[in-house]
């Protein structure tokens, strides 16, 4: 039995317009959801801001009531058994706003500990434990509103795992940490799965989902567009390879030609500090570096590479078909 | 119930420490109280009753404070709780919303110690205020009976005022009257009979009154049972609104937004 179900989930919200003749606006966060998450399975939630991650997270943890569908947590109904669902599940919202800013940290914890009835001759050494796999040993003791924004963060996560849960609502953890602290929670994140925890993780970093992830649901306005391991997903939707090349000033024109190039899957442009690097993803039966290379006659042209599909290449072809 | 007492006096302990490390708050449930008593000294210095009314008038004073902590605190809480984005995480535990929420309208409750404390030792200090009590044990008896009561009082406008779009303002509303018709500066005699309803409801009416009786003479057994059958009925009414409150927040997704 998966460990987490949903069952064709859908939220709507209701915002009001207007000052003087208040319209009620609905928008559609989520438009039917489905998904299996197995016991001990980290899986992975990815897609656009807005394309309904918080929102379907909020609804599996208890904090929103569905629209419609259903969702059960270790086969307890998120609506009907919200208490039962509570008692077993953790959670952390990326980003530093939730923490009691007057008191220290291990007040903080301390707190939750008995609200989530971790028993009292515990609590300490669980307190102790969890301070020291986030690593905010030695500044427990100070008030929160000191903290940095990556150690409110670390907080957190360690709030979210005293009563020690079975399954784990990770939203955007590792946003906003330095790159060491991003790397430590990722080591932190992958011994959870390897104590048996099931876990479910939303990120906008694609090489953090490609690196923890055994499977991985893309969600684009509010429907799952795609759903696999991050291998199926790089050789299903990105079974060719990428051309990158340096360029400094390309025209909106080219990029469009580019695009309706035969064997073209998609193109996309980043801004680098001194020059843009244009990406074009091609089908694998084509070769395509010539062509590419030939609109861009009269472009002053830098760096050509080439390489493998990476999940991120995967996701912006998937997000940008739809 | 070893577990539900633990919960909640962790839960206290918790709250008290947030809202004593808010110089704001304790600066107010201590300084104003102060000017309170000391009017009130004036006025009653010319009167019939120096001594007695005095201490009178200073109990008076500190009942205000603790009321006046209950309404800002406990009224404006869950909003608070929302702008610091902690609601997401307190609505998301085990227990029932109730027995988070009480223990932080009681400790808004218990802040109002400071104003009793306060207004006695400053009257002590400046008034050389008489403070030995007719009945010592009642007294501190009727005292955490009021804070008591308060705080389940506190559970009902939490719950409440998080329901209202303009709760501020209803607080702010409802700070002078309550002190007027719950007898803390006046005696109720000289209130229209009409008030004399709304007297009876509310919690700080008894609880000044069991306080006072315990201080000066009287019998404190009536209004400190008052005190407690009317937590019972401000429980009883948390109860509800609490959980109605909470299945709206969840239906209408307001936990999160500030
Ligand atoms: N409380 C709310 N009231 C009204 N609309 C909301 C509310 N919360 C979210 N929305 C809307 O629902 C949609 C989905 O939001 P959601 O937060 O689930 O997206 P997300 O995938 O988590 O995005 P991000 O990557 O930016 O965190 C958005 O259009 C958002 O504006
Ligand atoms: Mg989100």
Known sequence: MAVVEAHDLRRVYKTHTGTIRRRVKEIEAVRGVSFAIDKGELFGLLGPNGAGKTTTIKMLI??????????????????????????????????????YERLSGYDNLRYFAELYGVPPKVQKARIEELLELVGLKGREHERTEGYSRGMKQRLHVARGLLHDPEV?????????????????????????????????????????????????????????????????LKSRVASGAVTEVEVFGIPDETVERLRSLEGVMSVWVEEREQAQVLSVQTRADVQLTAAILGHLNGSNVGRVSHREPTLEDAYVALVEGE | MSQAFRLFWTGWVFNVKNLTMS?????????????????????????????????????????????????????????????????????????????????????????????????????????????????????VVALVGSIVSLGLLGLVLSSTFVLLRNANSLSNLLEYPVWLVTGLLISLSLLPGWTRPISWVLAPTWGIRGIRYAALGGDPVFPIVMCAALGLIYLAIGHYTLGYFEVRARKSATLALR
């Not at chain 1, 919200?82 to 990326?94: A, D, H, L």
């Not at chain 2, 085990?94 to 808004?108: G, K, S």
Request: proline share 5%.
């Open chain 1, 62 to 99: 208890t904090l929103l009531i569905p629209t419609a569908g259903t969702a059960n947590v270790l086969g307890f109904d998120v609506v009907k058994d919200p208490r039962e669902v509570r008692k077993r599940i953790g959670y952390v919202f990326g980003g530093e706003r939730g923490v």
């Open chain 1, 168 to 232: 784990v609502f990770l939203d955007e953890p590792t946003i906003g940490l330095d790159p060491v602290g991003a790397r430590e929670l990722r080591a932190t994140i992958g011994t959870l799965t390897s104590a048996g925890k099931t876990i479910l993780l939303t990120t906008h970093y694609m090489f953090e989902a490609d690196a923890l992830c055994d499977r991985i649901a893309v969600i684009s306005q509010g429907e799952i567009v795609a759903e696999g391991t991050p291998a199926q």
């Open chain 2, 23 to 139: 110089g704001f708050f304790i600066l107010n449930a201590t300084i104003s109280p102060i000017f309170f008593a000391t009017i009130a000294h004036y006025m009653f210095a010319s009167g019939a009753r120096p001594g007695s009314g005095l201490v009178y008038a200073s109990l008076g004073a500190g009942m205000m404070g603790i009321w006046s902590s209950v309404l800002f605190g406990s009224g404006g809480l869950i909003q608070w709780q929302r702008w610091q984005g902690t609601l997401e995480y307190v609505i998301g535990v085990p227990p029932r919303l109730i027995v988070v929420v009480l223990p932080m309208t009681v400790a808004t409750a218990s802040i109002g110690l400071y104003s009793i404390a306060s207004t006695l030792l400053w009257g002590r200090i400046i008034f050389g205020l008489p403070l030995d009590f007719v009945h010592p044990a009642w007294f």
